[in-house]
């Protein structure tokens, strides 16, 4: 009998199926980069027009609201497992997935951006928290926008995570077809 995989060992088996495609690029999380980055720079570039004072209630509003959507983001993430873990556990469809080696990533990947979405809630909180304990009146709009940059991040691997439940979809029917043809060959024999 197979052993289940933790989450840590999928992950790194994860990197090394993206750095077969991608390289060492895919070991470096240049899109998270990307992500938070952007609104630091801007803010930086326009940090003359911006109000010159965001207030600590305003601040706090701002991470919270944040928060709130990460929540509802891992909501959508607790229903995509319990149907990706319906669609996967199904066998014979379960054996197909092994046969491809994408049963583990499959229910890896849900994990992985549930953990994004609670870093994402815990990280907005905890500045809000922070803004509300000390005063860093110079530095609230790079809070903001550090927060909104890894929003966007979350934004996107949740997007992706939609369109595992597609690629899934989509394996779930070839995997019907070939099913179905082998069953017509068999009769026919």
């Known amino acids: 009998m197979d052993k289940c995989p933790n989450f840590w060992s999928v992950f790194a088996e ?111 909180a905890s500045l809000a928290a922070i803004t509300r304990l000390f005063e860093y009146d110079s530095l609230n709009r790079y809070l903001i926008a550090a927060d909104v940059g890894l929003l966007i991040y979350v934004c996107t691997k949740t997007w992706r995570l939609v369109e595992l439940v597609r690629q899934l979809t989509w394996h779930y029917e070839q995997y019907n077809r070939l099913y179905k043809e082998h069953q017509a060959e068999k009769q026919s024999s």
């Open 14 to 124: 994860a990197l090394g199926l993206s750095a077969e495609r991608r390289g060492f690029l895919a070991y470096v999380p240049w899109w998270l980069f990307i992500c938070c980055a952007s609104p630091l720079v801007a803010v930086f570039l326009i940090r003359d027009s911006l109000r010159p004072q965001i207030t600590d209630g305003g601040i706090a509003t701002v991470l919270a609201a944040i928060a709130v959507v990460a929540g509802f983001f891992g909501s959508v993430s607790v229903a995509t497992i319990g149907q990706v873990q319906r669609m996967v556990a199904e066998y014979p469809f379960s054996s197909y997935l092994r046969d491809q080696k994408l049963f583990d990533q499959f229910l890896f990947w849900p994990q992985f951006t549930l953990l994004l979405q609670i870093t994402l809630l815990l990280t907005s």
